[in-house]
Protein backbone atom coordinates (compact mmCIF):
# COMPACT_ATOMS: atom_id res chain seq x y z
CA UNK A 1 0.00 0.00 0.00
CA UNK A 2 1.45 3.35 -1.17
CA UNK A 3 0.72 6.85 0.93
CA UNK A 4 0.76 10.12 -0.86
CA UNK A 5 0.36 13.39 0.25
CA UNK A 6 -2.24 15.59 -2.29
CA UNK A 7 -1.44 19.31 -2.58
CA UNK A 8 -3.21 21.85 -4.44
CA UNK A 9 -2.39 24.56 -6.85
CA UNK A 10 -2.88 28.36 -5.78
CA UNK A 11 -6.13 29.48 -4.59
CA UNK A 12 -7.17 25.94 -5.22
CA UNK A 13 -10.48 25.26 -2.62
CA UNK A 14 -10.92 22.08 -4.06
CA UNK A 15 -10.13 20.15 -6.74
CA UNK A 16 -11.49 20.58 -10.44
CA UNK A 17 -10.02 18.14 -12.44
CA UNK A 18 -7.62 20.66 -14.00
CA UNK A 19 -4.44 19.25 -12.92
CA UNK A 20 -3.41 21.77 -10.01
CA UNK A 21 -3.61 18.57 -7.63
CA UNK A 22 0.30 16.80 -7.12
CA UNK A 23 0.71 13.38 -5.16
CA UNK A 24 3.97 12.97 -3.50
CA UNK A 25 4.91 9.53 -2.40
CA UNK A 26 5.67 9.09 1.20
CA UNK A 27 8.74 6.87 0.48
CA UNK A 28 12.77 6.78 -0.14
CA UNK A 29 12.97 8.30 -3.60
CA UNK A 30 15.34 6.05 -5.69
CA UNK A 31 15.06 8.46 -8.65
CA UNK A 32 16.38 11.24 -5.97
CA UNK A 33 18.93 8.97 -5.05
CA UNK A 34 20.18 7.67 -8.26
CA UNK A 35 19.53 11.36 -10.26
CA UNK A 36 20.58 13.37 -7.62
CA UNK A 37 20.81 17.33 -8.81
CA UNK A 38 18.81 16.64 -12.16
CA UNK A 39 15.96 14.94 -9.95
CA UNK A 40 16.28 18.37 -7.82
CA UNK A 41 16.06 19.93 -11.26
CA UNK A 42 13.23 18.05 -12.64
CA UNK A 43 11.00 19.10 -9.30
CA UNK A 44 12.11 22.43 -9.03
CA UNK A 45 13.46 22.03 -5.80
CA UNK A 46 15.70 25.08 -6.83
CA UNK A 47 16.99 25.81 -2.51
CA UNK A 48 18.37 21.88 -1.95
CA UNK A 49 19.90 21.84 -5.46
CA UNK A 50 22.05 24.80 -4.62
CA UNK A 51 22.77 23.04 -1.10
CA UNK A 52 23.21 20.15 -2.84
CA UNK A 53 25.85 21.69 -5.22
CA UNK A 54 27.51 23.70 -2.61
CA UNK A 55 28.10 20.55 -0.64
CA UNK A 56 29.40 18.27 -3.44
CA UNK A 57 31.71 20.87 -4.44
CA UNK A 58 33.15 21.04 -0.51
CA UNK A 59 33.71 17.62 -0.16
CA UNK A 60 35.62 18.05 -3.31
CA UNK A 61 37.27 20.90 -2.39
CA UNK A 62 38.19 19.60 1.24
CA UNK A 63 39.74 16.02 -0.49
CA UNK A 64 41.80 17.76 -2.89
CA UNK A 65 42.91 20.50 -0.34
CA UNK A 66 43.81 17.74 2.20
CA UNK A 67 45.42 15.37 -0.20
CA UNK A 68 42.53 12.75 0.69
CA UNK A 69 42.24 9.66 -1.48
CA UNK A 70 39.82 9.82 -4.35
CA UNK A 71 37.36 7.22 -2.76
CA UNK A 72 36.76 9.55 -0.10
CA UNK A 73 34.88 11.76 -2.84
CA UNK A 74 32.88 8.56 -3.70
CA UNK A 75 31.82 7.68 -0.03
CA UNK A 76 30.46 11.43 0.14
CA UNK A 77 28.83 10.77 -2.87
CA UNK A 78 27.30 7.79 -1.44
CA UNK A 79 25.90 9.65 1.87
CA UNK A 80 24.72 12.68 0.21
CA UNK A 81 22.93 10.38 -2.57
CA UNK A 82 21.57 8.77 0.23
CA UNK A 83 20.02 11.63 2.30
CA UNK A 84 18.64 13.10 -1.08
CA UNK A 85 17.01 9.77 -1.50
CA UNK A 86 15.80 9.70 2.03
CA UNK A 87 14.37 13.45 1.99
CA UNK A 88 13.58 13.81 -1.60
CA UNK A 89 10.05 13.98 -1.72
CA UNK A 90 9.75 16.12 1.59
CA UNK A 91 12.21 18.27 0.02
CA UNK A 92 9.30 18.06 -3.09
CA UNK A 93 6.92 19.47 -0.85
CA UNK A 94 8.49 22.38 0.69
CA UNK A 95 9.33 23.45 -3.38
CA UNK A 96 5.56 23.01 -3.87
CA UNK A 97 5.17 24.82 -0.88
CA UNK A 98 6.76 27.80 -1.65
CA UNK A 99 5.28 27.56 -5.20
CA UNK A 100 2.16 28.09 -3.69
CA UNK A 101 0.74 24.70 -2.84
CA UNK A 102 -0.93 23.81 -0.05
CA UNK A 103 -1.05 20.29 1.36
CA UNK A 104 -5.13 19.12 0.73
CA UNK A 105 -5.10 15.07 1.88
CA UNK A 106 -3.07 11.89 2.62
CA UNK A 107 -4.51 9.12 0.55
CA UNK A 108 -3.40 5.48 -0.15
CA UNK A 109 -3.89 3.01 -3.10
CA UNK A 110 -1.89 -0.05 -4.51
CA UNK A 111 -0.81 2.41 -7.06
CA UNK A 112 -0.55 5.95 -7.59
CA UNK A 113 -4.02 5.42 -9.97
CA UNK A 114 -5.59 3.81 -7.19
CA UNK A 115 -4.42 6.57 -5.10
CA UNK A 116 -5.87 9.62 -7.37
CA UNK A 117 -9.33 7.72 -7.99
CA UNK A 118 -9.61 7.49 -4.05
CA UNK A 119 -8.79 11.58 -3.91
CA UNK A 120 -11.15 12.43 -6.57
CA UNK A 121 -14.12 9.98 -5.46
CA UNK A 122 -13.88 11.53 -1.87
CA UNK A 123 -13.49 15.22 -3.33
CA UNK A 124 -16.64 14.23 -5.49
CA UNK A 125 -15.33 14.65 -8.59
CA UNK A 126 -15.61 10.78 -9.26
CA UNK A 127 -17.93 8.50 -8.75
CA UNK A 128 -17.64 5.20 -7.02
CA UNK A 129 -20.52 3.24 -9.84
CA UNK A 130 -17.70 3.87 -12.47
CA UNK A 131 -16.46 -0.04 -13.30
CA UNK A 132 -12.54 -0.63 -13.01
CA UNK A 133 -11.44 -0.67 -16.42
CA UNK A 134 -8.28 -3.30 -16.00
CA UNK A 135 -9.09 -6.51 -18.24
CA UNK A 136 -10.49 -9.34 -15.65
CA UNK A 137 -11.71 -7.01 -12.79
CA UNK A 138 -14.84 -7.10 -11.58
CA UNK A 139 -16.76 -4.68 -9.38
CA UNK A 140 -16.52 -0.55 -8.19
CA UNK A 141 -12.77 0.63 -9.50
CA UNK A 142 -12.90 1.89 -5.69
CA UNK A 143 -11.81 0.39 -2.72
CA UNK A 144 -12.29 1.24 0.94
CA UNK A 145 -9.19 3.42 1.51
CA UNK A 146 -7.37 3.15 4.71
CA UNK A 147 -5.91 6.30 6.47
CA UNK A 148 -5.95 9.39 8.24
CA UNK A 149 -9.70 10.36 6.42
CA UNK A 150 -11.35 7.29 5.04
CA UNK A 151 -14.95 6.50 5.23
CA UNK A 152 -14.03 2.66 5.62
CA UNK A 153 -17.13 2.24 7.85
CA UNK A 154 -18.11 -1.53 9.51
Known amino acids: MQVHTVHLGRGAARPTG ?15 FLLGPFWLAWTRA ?10 MGAIVA ?3 WFGLPPAFIA ?3 LVVATLTGLEGNELRRAALARRGFR ?5 CGQTLDDAERAFFRRAGLVTASVSDPRPGSAGPAFAPVGGLFSDLGD
Open 18 to 32: GGEAVFVPEAFSRAA
Open 46 to 55: WAALALWLVA
Open 62 to 64: ATL
Open 75 to 77: GAW
Open 103 to 107: PADVV
